[in-house]
């Protein structure tokens, strides 16, 4: 019988383990000829000698994922333990080590942490509109503005715009105090919170002063052409068909286009429907746009985030089968 330790130093332990030990039952299971163990930081392999070597070889992929993303979901742990080939492997392993969106401040790197923020990082290299649509927290805004602050520090374009509609979530406009731009800004404001993540304050503030980032209602995009231009339109499902289709037709001469929805979260009035399913489902197989779809494996807020999701949608599926049966 051999013996290995592997450290766990570069990694957050309580996230490797997971919530009860759950992620480190699942590599219990996955290696029942094992004697594993956990001590602190570590991680004492008891066995064969071919078994020790194959399971060190998945820990080492699961710590190199977590360095580089942080986070790891109990779904994505269990694929990468089961991943038998150099695809899968890659499929969670970034091997390129320019991964990185955008350096913020005080050296924050900013990069793509999931699968499919990853495949919404490619689909912008290849396509100029990209659908990206996902449950909350899943890292859509996030994504959406790193690209677009990587594509202005790069010169790829010369401005970014960020709108989203001003739909009241049960709050009503009129009733806010301040001016327009302070009833509004709240509305807005993820989008400032993503930006200082990405960009210092001094520097943030003369981009804003000189409308090199502009951030807006998405009602004053009407009439205008967006040449130059990264622009995301963010909780697309608050907008209706109009006004979606008025947004896809501002995009001008090398501009690039992110809209981010989440078709769960529809704060219109019950007489107005959100545009986003039509605009997703009509622009299928055109060349140069790209559909990304968001899952609750993207979550990477608090972890009880995911577990919200799932509820929801199991209660969604069965008032629609309800639905049916009556």
Same mark, same amino acid.
């Given at each position: ?214 951030? $807006? ?35 001008? $001469? ?73």
């Amino acid at each position: 019988m051999t013996e290995t330790i592997i450290n766990l130093e570069t990694v957050n332990p309580i996230e490797f383990f997971g919530v009860n030990n759950s992620k480190f039952d699942i590599l219990k299971k996955k290696f029942p000829l094992l004697k594993i163990l956990s001590r602190g930081t570590q991680i004492k392999l008891s066995g064969a000698p071919e078994q020790i070597d194959l399971a060190k070889e998945k820990i080492d992929l699961i710590i190199q994922y977590m360095e580089r993303n942080g986070h790891l979901s109990e779904n994505y742990f269990e694929q990468i333990l089961g991943g038998d080939d150099a695809e899968t492997i890659d499929n969670f392993i970034d091997k390129n080590p320019n991964d990185v969106l955008v350096f913020g401040p005080n050296g924050k790197t900013v990069r793509a942490r999931t699968a499919n923020q990853k495949k919404m990082v490619t689909a912008a290299d290849k396509n100029d509109i990209i659908f990206a649509i996902g449950p909350a927290g899943t890292g859509k805004t996030y994504t959406a503005v790193a690209l677009a602050v990587r594509a202005l520090k790069n010169k790829l374009v010369k401005k970014i715009i960020l709108t989203r509609p001003a739909v009241e979530a049960g709050e009503s406009l009129g009733f806010l105090p301040g001016d327009l731009k302070e009833k509004i800004d709240p509305y807005l404001r993820p989008l400032y919170d993503a930006l200082d993540d990405m960009i210092p304050a001094d520097k943030l503030g003369y981009y804003m002063t000189t409308r090199t980032i502009e951030i $807006a209602p998405l009602a004053y995009m009407r009439g205008r052409t967006l040449d130059n231009a990264f622009i995301i339109l963010d909780e697309s499902q608050n907008a209706n068909d109009l006004q979606i289709k008025m947004f896809l037709t501002r995009i001008g $001469a090398n501009a690039k286009a992110i809209i981010t929805g989440d078709p769960t979260q529809v704060d219109l009035p019950r007489n107005q429907k959100s545009g986003l399913e039509k605009a997703s489902r009509i622009l299928q197989n055109i060349e140069g746009i790209a559909h990304i779809q968001l899952d609750e494996e993207d979550v990477v807020r608090h972890k009880l985030v995911k577990a919200i999701i799932k509820a929801y949608d199991k209660e969604r599926e069965n008032e629609t089968e309800n639905s049916y049966h009556r």
